[in-house]
Nanobody, 120 residues
Framework: VQLQACGGGLVQPGGSLTLSCAAS????????MEWYRQVPGKQREMVAS???????NYADSVKGRFAISRDNAKNTVYLQINSAKPEDTALYYC???????????????WGQGTQVTVSS
């Protein structure tokens, strides 16, 4: 398993939750890391990304509420969900857009999903 996501669960509307994604050091050091989410019957959508240098990008639907970060010492990427809304309910996936220009090698890695349910 290249990526291991965890931290999902039940959160009340307005509440907070932190998702974690553990990766190998090689993957983390060569990848833009991303969080996606998917609900049944809909396409998977990217909600946040962070480059190797720490630049972040967010979907409009989560901007100002979600925060993505990476801890290279722990080989982990986080997604902090704040001010949760019922429409944030989804299966959340972490993904690595991997590029090693030396080898060279390019790949897309996916973790298993972790369910987030926002409900009172």
């Amino acid at each position: 398993v290249q990526l291991q996501a965890c931290g999902g669960g039940l959160v009340q509307p307005g509440g907070s939750l932190t998702l974690s994604c553990a990766a190998s050091r090689r993957i983390l050091s060569h990848s833009t890391m991303e969080w996606y989410r998917q609900v049944p019957g809909k396409q998977r959508e990217m909600v946040a990304s962070i480059t190797r240098t720490g630049a972040t990008n967010y979907a409009d639907s989560v901007k100002g509420r979600f925060a993505i970060s990476r801890d290279n010492a722990k080989n982990t990427v986080y997604l902090q969900i704040n001010s949760a809304k019922p429409e944030d309910t989804a299966l959340y996936y972490c993904s690595a857009d991997f590029l090693d220009v030396v080898t060279p090698e390019a790949a897309r890695y996916w973790g298993q999903g972790t369910q987030v349910t926002v409900s009172s």
